[in-house]
């Protein structure tokens, strides 16, 4: 059994930071790879950026040069600091996980999922 738990969410300022964090439990060979994913009020869920277990991140381009995603594999947490944040940016955000990252990019690739925490960025 996996459990993802996400906090760090909140409401800032357009140029402003925030950092999401994520604390699994659980079997580690269940969360090799773990990512970001982000859900605007009426749009589909979206991925964000992920880590394998290695550390090697990927992003999806609109984050890119702004987000920087990583991993404390020793206290089985990953992070999302967030700068230069936008009004776009502006969704739930959620943790996910799944045993390998290989061209794993949609929500039904990974089987584990957080609660999701809320950022808000006002302009």
């Known amino acids: 059994q996996v459990q993802l738990v996400e906090s760090g969410g909140g409401s800032v300022e357009t140029g402003g930071s925030l950092r999401l964090s994520c604390a699994a439990s659980?079997?580690?060979?269940?969360?090799?790879?773990m990512a970001w994913f982000r859900q605007a009020p009426g749009k589909e869920r979206e991925w964000v950026s992920k880590?394998?277990?290695?550390?090697?991140?990927y992003y999806t381009d609109s984050v890119k040069g702004r987000f920087t995603i990583s991993r404390d594999n020793a206290k089985n947490t990953l992070y999302l600091q967030m700068n230069s944040m936008k009004p776009e940016d502006t969704a739930m955000y959620y943790c996910?996980?799944?045993?390998?990252?290989?061209?794993?990019?949609?929500?039904?690739?990974?089987?584990?999922w957080g609660q999701g925490t809320q950022v808000t960025v006002s302009s």
């Open positions: 996910a996980a799944a045993p390998y990252c290989g061209g794993l990019y949609s929500v039904r690739d990974f089987p584990y």
């Open positions: 880590i394998n277990w290695g550390g090697t991140t």
């Open positions: 659980g079997y580690t060979t269940t969360y090799g790879c």
